[in-house]
């Protein structure tokens, strides 16, 4: 069954401190994503890519930094952790070609920064 | 910017009634999708649309193929299951880069 699995599931995190978020996909998806959600809001893209070894910048790039060594991993990489970075985080895949396609979403990431 | 403009924020129902939600796009779109966010917080696609109309159970959504700046997710026989916050997102056309703009939400709370 196809999926998307992201790692860890919650995660406390010191301020200034290193925080990678990872996602795996069973798709075989060219597209991932990875989205961030503050409570009581929608989601907002961070970044994405669409071949292996490439990453783009989505809305709110700042902050973050993204890997993507395969197809079927994609991280998300907060080099200094700071307390606006808590939040939900999912990560999301989706068919390529230039169509967006379907988008499946992870189970999401829990980040609390202290 | 391209905006997803998303009604009503929140809305409460009755089991066994019919209801509707909407989203507006500030520009044109290439197409659609429709999530549920649940009570643990997962992402359920219900819908991907390109044009046109798609049913699921008592579930329909519909996507402006004229002027593809608005979608509609109509849901009949509400029943407690469906509680959930529902999320539009859009594909807007040109050098988007694949990327979805998500509306705020809808916050459906239905009722015995």
């Known amino acids: 069954e196809a999926a998307v699995t992201q790692s860890p599931r919650s995660k406390v995190a010191v301020t200034g401190g290193k925080v990678t978020l990872s996602c795996h996909q069973t798709?075989?998806?060219?597209?991932m994503y990875w989205y961030r959600q503050d409570t009581g809001h929608g989601l907002r893209l961070i970044h994405y890519?669409?071949?292996?070894?490439?990453?783009e910048k989505g809305d709110i790039p700042d902050g973050y930094k993204a890997s993507r060594p395969s197809q079927e991993n994609f991280s998300l990489i907060l080099e200094l952790a700071s307390l606006s970075q808590t939040a939900v985080y999912f990560c999301?895949?989706?068919?390529?070609?230039?169509?967006?396609?379907?988008?499946?979403f992870g189970e999401g990431s829990k980040l609390t920064v202290l | 910017g391209d905006q997803v403009e998303q009604s009503p924020s929140a809305l409460s129902l009755h089991e066994g009634t019919d209801s509707a939600l909407r989203c507006n796009f500030t520009?044109?779109?290439?197409?659609v999708q429709w999530f549920r966010q649940n009570s643990r917080g997962s992402l359920i696609s219900l819908f991907y649309?390109?044009?046109?109309t798609k049913e699921n159970g008592r579930l329909k959504s519909a996507f402006d193929s004229k002027e593809r700046r608005y979608s509609t997710l109509h849901i009949r026989d509400a029943q407690l299951e469906d509680s959930g916050t529902y999320f539009c997102?859009?594909?807007?056309?040109?050098?988007?880069?694949?990327?979805?703009?998500f509306g705020t939400g809808t916050l459906l709370s239905v009722k015995p």
């Open positions: 999301a895949s989706s068919g390529g070609l230039g169509n967006t396609g379907q988008l499946y």
């Open positions: 798709n075989n998806h060219d597209y």
């Open positions: 890519s669409y071949v292996a070894d490439s990453t």
């Open positions: 520009t044109t779109m290439r197409s």
């Open positions: 649309l390109a044009s046109g």
């Open positions: 997102a859009a594909e807007a056309g040109g050098g988007s880069g694949n990327k979805l703009i």
